[in-house]
């Protein structure tokens, strides 16, 4: 948690995700562009866009994944 919300640190090169969908590993496509630069813990960090991230759990549809979207605004 960083003032008062959850992050998540990971590094995207060469990954895939696993399709909620299909049941298959899919590229995970981020537009590196979009990202804004932000302070968390010190450590100046790249921060993917809210519209990227709803995407990327969509894609993963686990039940905290569609939890994660409504608490971004992404779902109804």
Known sequence: ???GR???IGDSRGRGILCAATG???EQRIGFRRWATRE???CKVQVM???DL???KAVLGSEVD???IRELG???
Do not use: C, N, P, T
Request: aromatic share 12%; no cysteine.
């Open 54 to 56: 709803v995407a990327y």
């Open 24 to 26: 298959e590993w899919v």
């Open 74 to 76: 992404g779902l109804r």
């Open 49 to 51: 866009s809210a519209a």
């Open 1 to 3: 948690m960083h003032g």
């Open 40 to 42: 968390v813990f010190g």
């Open 66 to 68: 569609r939890q994660d």
């Open 6 to 8: 959850k992050i998540e």
